[in-house]
């Protein structure tokens, strides 16, 4: 039973340009939450999602993020004309119950 | 608001026990989780308290008083490879809570022979 999986690791981005990051859940699992981690901070709730569903999207900001969990395939997290601010590790979670099982995240640089 | 508080660093020696704190106000509570984070990894479960009292697993044991709440992560026999963040997070509670969590700086635990 894989884990939960990110693409990719390691992201490079100008200013401006488009961020699409990839979280696919451990098998079984239908709930999916996005996490970001700034530098020398800690982690920060963005969005919690179920199969085609956003349930909480408190944590997203207004403008430039999205998130879907589409019926097929993985969770996408999508950053639209990126900025330096936006540079940090982005981690994808998934859930069957209690426990939030982490995948190893993508490290996001915005030049 | 919620607030989740917990030491920035400390410093331990190779073979001892060593205790980090966790002090939160939340609006809510529904679980305490514990996790380890190496640098530039992800964030490992280590364990979770929904009730009062003490949970041991191995070297690892949670205490959780939910009447103060606080917590605090016990950790024995401490090996080098030890060395990393600890994250305290709560799941908030309530009918409309998504079980999200909230988690606080981490702790900075460096394991010194």
């Known amino acids: 039973n894989a884990g939960v999986m990110q693409n990719p690791r390691h992201l490079v981005r100008r200013r401006g340009q488009e961020a699409r990051l990839r979280c696919s859940p451990m098998?079984?699992?239908?709930?999916v939450y996005w996490y970001r981690q700034l530098p020398e901070e800690g982690l920060k709730f963005m969005v919690y999602l179920q199969k085609e569903n956003i349930i909480d999207e408190s944590g997203m900001p207004k403008e430039r993020f999205s998130a879907e969990f589409p019926k097929e395939g993985p969770s996408i997290l999508r950053i639209q004309q990126v900025v330096r601010g936006d540079s940090a590790a982005y981690f994808c979670?998934?859930?069957?119950?209690?426990?939030?099982?982490f995948g190893p995240g993508t490290r996001l640089t915005v030049l | 608001g919620q607030n989740i508080d917990q030491p920035t660093e400390m410093t331990a020696t190779e073979g001892a026990i060593v205790q980090i704190n966790c002090t939160y106000q939340?609006?809510?509570?529904?679980?305490l989780f514990w996790y380890q984070q190496h640098a530039g990894e992800a964030p490992t479960f280590l364990s979770y308290?929904?009730?009062?009292g003490l949970e041991e697993k191995g070297r690892f044991s949670s205490f959780l008083s939910r009447s103060k709440g606080y917590s605090y992560l016990l950790l024995k026999e401490l090996q080098m490879k030890g060395s990393a963040s600890y994250l305290c997070?709560?799941?908030?509670?309530?009918?409309?809570?998504?079980?999200?969590?909230?988690f606080g700086q981490g702790t900075t635990l460096q394991v010194k022979p």
């Open positions: 997070a709560v799941r908030g509670g309530g009918s409309s809570n998504t079980g999200k969590l909230i």
């Open positions: 098998k079984g699992h239908s709930h």
């Open positions: 979670a998934s859930s069957p119950n209690n426990e939030q099982f």
């Open positions: 939340t609006s809510g509570f529904n679980g």
């Open positions: 308290n929904v009730l009062d």
